[in-house]
C-alpha cells in the first residue's frame, strides 16, 4: 500500500525554523518528483517547492526562496522541508504528495508561527 507520512510541524516563533519530513512507504521517493503544498485556514492549496525523480533539481514559491530548502535523503526513503526565517504567514498545514498514475497526498502536518 502507497502512503506518505508527514511530520515535523509545531509552533515555532517568527525568524525560527522548522524541518518537515514526509516518508515513503511502499514506493520509492528517489524515483518520483515530490511536493510541498501547504494550506492556510480559508485559502486554497498552493505549490512551495518540488524536487524532481532521479536528480536533484529544486523548485520553489517565489516567497519561500531563500528561506525553505527541499531534499531528499534515498536510504532513508524521505524528502524534507527545511524552513528557516519563518514568518506568520507561513502558518499552514503542510502536504507532500507524488504524482504516478494517481495523486498521493500525506495526511498534512500543522505549522504555526506566532509570538
Known amino acids: 500500500q502507497v502512503q506518505l507520512v508527514e511530520s515535523g510541524g509545531g509552533l515555532v516563533q517568527p525568524g525560527g525554523s522548522l524541518r518537515l519530513t514526509c516518508e515513503g512507504y511502499?514506493?520509492?521517493?528517489?524515483?518520483?518528483?515530490v511536493r510541498w503544498f501547504r494550506q492556510a485556514p480559508g485559502k486554497e492549496h498552493e505549490f512551495v517547492a518540488r524536487?524532481?525523480?532521479?536528480?536533484?533539481?529544486?523548485d520553489y514559491r517565489d516567497s519561500v526562496k531563500g528561506r525553505f530548502t527541499i531534499s531528499r535523503d534515498n536510504a532513508k526513503n524521505t524528502v524534507y522541508l527545511q524552513m528557516d526565517s519563518l514568518k506568520p504567514e507561513d502558518t499552514a498545514v503542510y502536504y507532500c504528495?507524488?504524482?504516478?498514475?494517481?495523486?498521493?497526498w500525506g495526511q498534512g502536518t500543522q505549522v504555526t508561527v506566532s509570538s
Open positions: 504528495n507524488f504524482f504516478l498514475q494517481l495523486t498521493y
Open positions: 524536487i524532481s525523480g532521479g536528480t536533484t533539481n529544486t
Open positions: 511502499g514506493i520509492s521517493l528517489s524515483a518520483v518528483a
